[in-house]
């Protein structure tokens, strides 16, 4: 399983990459912006996407947007790791597909059972 | 009452004592008296008109020295703005490389705590073995070598562990420094702030003395426009009120509970 870790600042990338790998998930690539992170997964290879939202070149919910309307994309699993919390955000990342939304500042508890909440889901 | 005012008023003041005998030069057809009055009264104005934007000239001079806009626009000092700016860099600079150290010696400390552990479960299932007297002598002997063997590592990973603990402990020193900084960054911001504020007061002035209005609600609707064009999914950031806002989720509980009642 390769996992793709979206978000513009190194020090919270690294610590999802950590977390990731202590739950057992060690096949993990990084991108900084949505504008890298879209040809990457067009490239293949990815079965799980975590990404942030606020990012300089194009945003996470911009990149789900691009990711659902791919053909070859649109069923990836997709987790919004975000400091965004307004209800209005929440509501349009759920109605545009995102598959689980996680607020910072969150505990490895909570993005264990979101992870595993999106696989039982897909694999149900 | 301000300079302003002041002038404002003894203009007021002329103006009230000519009226009448405007009126009455009016009434009595005697035009050219009246068309006299008209001149003088304009005169009068005019010099209010004058000595006030005299006065305003000189503070608002005085402002933007004090916002030390004006080397800046000729290419000299940098702008409090753009100190203001380097100096919240170098808070995320330093925050990053903090945060980054603390990580490398977590990354270096864990595999030592886990060896500890890891080593001590399988020995302990042959010393329990070894308490029933289900040993023999030479596994005896094993056992004893792989103690030993224990025993120092402890030893000495425990003393790389306490130092990297401190390390970590150090490692958060970029807090007090980032504090300072941002302090003098919140300074730099309120006193802006109040100069501008300044600068709006005497715009008002200005326009109180030129006799101009502004229609205010047409200049704040155009605004409350421009803010909604703005694309809805503009993020804001972390929230620091989300206790109080209703608009704002305050935790991950929140996020699953709103999720769900709408069916996600």
């Not at chain 1, 890298?36 to 997964?41: F, K």
């Not at chain 1, 955000?89 to 689980?100: D, H, K, M, P, Y």
């Not at chain 2, 402002?63 to 860099?89: F, N, Q, W, Y």
């Amino acid at each position: 399983m390769k996992i793709l870790i979206v978000d513009d600042f190194s020090t919270m990338r690294r610590i999802i990459k950590n977390l990731l790998r202590d739950l057992g998930f060690t096949n993990t690539a990084e991108a900084d912006d949505g504008t890298t992170a879209l040809p990457m997964l067009k490239s293949g290879g990815f079965d799980f996407l975590v990404t942030d939202w606020n990012m300089p070149g194009m945003s996470g919910i911009d990149l789900l947007r691009a990711v659902r309307a791919d053909e070859r994309l649109k069923h990836l699993p997709v987790l919004m790791v975000t400091a965004e919390a307004k209800r209005d955000q929440i509501i349009e990342a759920a109605q545009a597909g995102v598959n689980g939304y996680v607020v910072k500042p969150f505990t490895a508890q909570v993005l264990k059972e979101k992870i595993e909440k999106i696989f039982e889901r897909v694999n149900g | 009452m301000t300079q302003a005012d002041q002038s404002l008023a003894e203009f007021e003041a002329t103006l009230k004592a000519h009226a009448p005998q405007l009126i009455e030069s009016l009434q009595q057809g005697r035009f050219d008296e009246a068309a006299q009055m008209f001149n003088e009264l304009n005169q009068a104005r005019n010099n209010g008109l004058y000595q006030e934007v005299g006065k305003l000239t000189r503070e608002l001079h005085n402002a933007i020295v004090k916002l030390e806009m004006d080397t800046c626009a000729t290419g000299g000092d940098p702008s409090p703005i753009t100190d203001a700016t380097d100096r919240l860099s170098y808070v995320v600079e330093m925050t990053e490389k903090a945060a980054n150290r603390t990580m490398d010696l977590v990354e270096e400390s864990a595999p030592l705590v886990n060896y500890v552990s890891y080593e001590a479960q399988s020995l302990v299932a042959d010393w329990q073995r070894f308490m029933r007297r289900d040993m023999n002598a030479e596994e005896f002997r094993e056992l004893v070598r792989r103690i030993d063997q224990y025993l120092q590592r402890s030893l000495s990973d425990s003393s790389q562990l306490s130092q990297n603990l401190s390390e970590i402990m150090l490692a958060q020193d970029f807090q007090d420094l980032t504090g300072q900084v941002i302090k003098r960054v919140t300074r730099l911001i309120t006193e802006l702030e109040s100069n501008l504020l300044k600068l709006v007061l005497m715009a008002g002035q200005v326009d109180r003395v030129a006799g101009i209005q502004h229609d205010r609600e047409a200049i704040r609707a155009e605004q409350e426009k421009k803010k909604q064009e703005k694309e809805p999914s503009h993020g804001e950031g972390p929230q620091m009120h989300a206790d109080i806002r209703e608009d704002v989720v305050s935790g991950q509980d929140d996020v699953d509970d709103l999720l769900s009642s709408l069916g996600f």
